[in-house]
Nanobody, 125 residues
């Protein structure tokens, strides 16, 4: 099992940058595909990005491609989401999630078995 704790959310102006982190506990972090999702009020949870267990393959949603970058440090058991050129529509609670195996490009939240509690990101116009 793995426990996940997000941090780094906050309030930022449009066009600004923010990095959110997700720290994992447990000894087997490096075997998990890690993903970031977000959920705005009144909307469904939306896939943002995923990264392979070794960190050599990433996949980003079209809505964030070129602006957001997912990365991981297996030695620190941490996954990051660097967010640049933020827009008001990026405002949401951001969640990290973990799963074993599967297709990296799968965007379904149901495929992820472990979730953090979320961190709020608010982008002001």
């Amino acid at each position: 099992q793995v426990q996940l704790v997000e941090s780094g959310g906050g309030l930022v102006q449009a066009g600004g940058s923010l990095r959110v982190s997700c720290a994992a506990s447990g000894r087997t972090f490096s075997i998990y595909v890690m993903g970031w999702f977000r959920q705005a009020p009144g909307k469904e949870r939306e896939f943002v990005a995923a990264i392979s267990p070794s960190g050599d393959i990433t996949y980003h949603a079209d809505s964030v491609k070129g602006r957001f970058t997912i990365s991981r440090d297996n030695a620190k058991k941490t996954v990051y989401l660097q967010m640049n050129s933020l827009k008001p529509e990026d405002t949401a609670v951001y969640y990290c999630a973990a799963r074993r195996g599967g297709v990296l490009a799968s965007t379904r939240p149901s495929e992820y078995g472990y979730w953090g509690q979320g961190t709020q990101v608010t982008v002001s116009s």
